[in-house]
Every structure is written in structure tokens, then in C-alpha cells.
């Protein structure tokens, strides 16, 4: 059974950085794809971003476009997403998300079978 693991949330100020990292176990193919969402109390969920682990091909919500950047280690199992400039609006608790891929494009829908627990990412001052 695959299981995913995020951690690195925490509190910070305005303007800075965080680095969230997701480890997902499990895998008996190759090919499958890692997303990052998020949800704030009273909000709907939010597809962030996503990789493949076979080309690296990555995915940005509109919301985070040139301030979040999804990355993968070389294992292709270890998947970060920092975080930059952050604002008041990111706080949200952030989930992790696997599946299997068939080599499509990654998705930021809600469409994936295995999540993690979340980790609380509190932006404050």
C-alpha cells in the first residue's frame, strides 16, 4: 500500500520561506505523480502543483505561479515544494497527494487515492 508523509510546516512571517517535504512509500511502478494541496478553515481545497516522476513535468495553480517551486530527488520518492514570499493567504493546512500515472500530465484535481495528514502552515506577524 503507498503511503505519503509530508512535514516542514510551521509559522512564519510575511516574506519568508518554507520548504515542505512529502515522502511517499509503496510505489511498485515507476511512474507516478505527486501533488501538493492546500486548505484553509472555511475554504474548499486547493490543487497547488504537481510532478511526474518519470519526466519531471510540473504543474502550477495560478495562485502560487512564480513563488512556490515543486522539485524531486533523485529516488524520485522525495518530493519538495518551497515556498517563497509567503503571504497571510498561504496559511492553510497542506496535503500531499500519490498515485499511479500512466505517463499522462499531473493533475491538481482531487483525483488522487493516497494523501497524507497534512502539515499546518501558519503565515503571521
Known amino acids: 500500500q503507498v503511503q505519503v508523509v509530508e512535514s516542514g510546516g510551521g509559522v512564519v512571517q510575511p516574506g519568508g520561506s518554507l520548504r515542505l517535504s512529502c515522502v511517499a512509500s509503496g510505489f511498485t511502478s515507476d511512474y507516478y505523480a505527486i501533488a501538493w494541496f492546500r486548505q484553509a478553515p472555511g475554504k474548499e481545497r486547493e490543487g497547488l502543483s504537481c510532478i511526474e516522476s518519470s519526466d519531471g513535468g510540473t504543474l502550477y495553480a495560478d495562485s502560487v505561479k512564480g513563488r512556490f517551486t515543486i522539485s524531486r530527488d533523485n529516488a524520485k520518492n522525495t518530493v519538495y515544494l518551497q515556498m517563497n514570499s509567503l503571504r497571510p493567504e498561504d496559511t492553510a493546512v497542506y496535503y500531499c497527494?500519490?498515485?499511479?500515472?500512466?505517463?499522462?500530465?499531473?493533475?491538481?484535481?482531487?483525483?488522487?487515492?493516497?494523501w497524507g495528514q497534512g502539515t499546518q502552515v501558519t503565515v503571521s506577524s
Open positions: 497527494a500519490a498515485d499511479y500515472s500512466a505517463g499522462n500530465v499531473c493533475s491538481i484535481r482531487f483525483e488522487y487515492d493516497y
